[in-house]
Nanobody, 121 residues
Framework: EVQLVESGGGLVQAGGSLRLSCAAS????????TGWFRQAPGKEREGVSC????????YYADSVKGRFTIVSDDAKNTVYLQMNSLKPEDTAVYYC??????????????WGRGTQVTVSS
């Protein structure tokens, strides 16, 4: 059935880079938008970025603008989050999630299980 599987997390030094992947299956990928969220211990979940497969429109949180880039490979049903110039405050579990239609503030339909990103100072 529906699956969203994150990969690419790990431990990196401040200033380094990671690329996260979100592989989707079990639904019509090109009719959904895919967002990245993160949650650090003791903090609320926050939206990081989002891309709509239908038209390629994107969203970035202010905290990551200029450092993170989201891209979608519709042929592979995969969304990537390229994270550059990482900071310790980027440390969190990163989740991908899909919502029918376009990026929005609404409730997302499907969620992955998350991948840990740890940035050391």
């Amino acid at each position: 059935e529906v699956q969203l599987v994150e990969s690419g997390g790990g431990l990196v030094q401040a200033g380094g880079s990671l690329r996260l992947s979100c592989a989707a299956s079990g639904f019509t990928f090109d009719e959904y938008a895919t967002g990245w969220f993160r949650q650090a211990p003791g903090k609320e979940r926050e939206g990081v970025s989002c891309i709509s497969s239908s038209d390629g429109s994107t969203y970035y949180a202010d905290s990551v603008k200029g450092r993170f880039t989201i891209v979608s490979d519709d042929a592979k049903n995969t969304v990537y989050l390229q994270m550059n110039s990482l900071k310790p405050e980027d440390t969190a579990v990163y989740y991908c999630a899909a919502i029918w239609g376009y990026c929005s503030e609404g409730a997302y339909d499907y969620w992955g299980r998350g991948t840990q990103v740890t940035v050391s100072s």
